[in-house]
Nanobody, 134 residues
Framework: QVQVRESGGGSVQTGESLRLSCVVS????????MGWFRQAPGKRREGVAS??????VYDDTLKTRVTISQENAENILYLQMNGLNPEDTAMYYC?????????????????????????????WGQGIQVTVSS
């Protein structure tokens, strides 16, 4: 059974940086794509960035401040976030797509709205809190 676990969250001040990590285990094959999502209180879950053999996809409003990367051999995913501000406060989720039939959807990143269990990204982590104070 595929498991996804995030780490690296916490509380920071405005302007600081944070790097989130995600470890994927239990997958017989490398996931077709891996991604980061976030959900702020009272708001919908949204895509932040994803990575696959097709390349990387970023949310347009975040792409100047975040970088997604991975260690292929270890199935570890990272999200480097710079210049954080209070609007970045949210629960951050790591998700992967392991289904062969969905592999081509990785090229577009994610579906909107982001609803776990619908569309691509079939396995999600529990999430990790990031809090940015002013």
């Amino acid at each position: 059974q595929v498991q996804v676990r995030e780490s690296g969250g916490g509380s920071v001040q405005t302007g600081e940086s944070l790097r989130l990590s995600c470890v994927v285990s239990g997958s017989r094959n490398k996931p077709y794509c891996m991604g980061w999502f976030r959900q702020a209180p009272g708001k919908r879950r949204e895509g932040v960035a994803s990575i696959s053999t097709f390349g990387t996809v970023y949310d347009d409003t975040l792409k100047t401040r975040v970088t997604i990367s991975q260690e292929n051999a270890e199935n570890i995913l990272y999200l480097q976030m710079n210049g954080l501000n209070p609007e970045d406060t949210a629960m951050y989720y790591c998700a992967v797509e392991t289904r062969f039939l969905y592999r081509s959807t990785c090229a577009q990143g994610w579906s909107t709205p982001v609803v776990p269990g619908q569309g691509p990204f079939n396995t999600w982590g529990q999430g990790i809190q990031v809090t940015v104070s002013s």
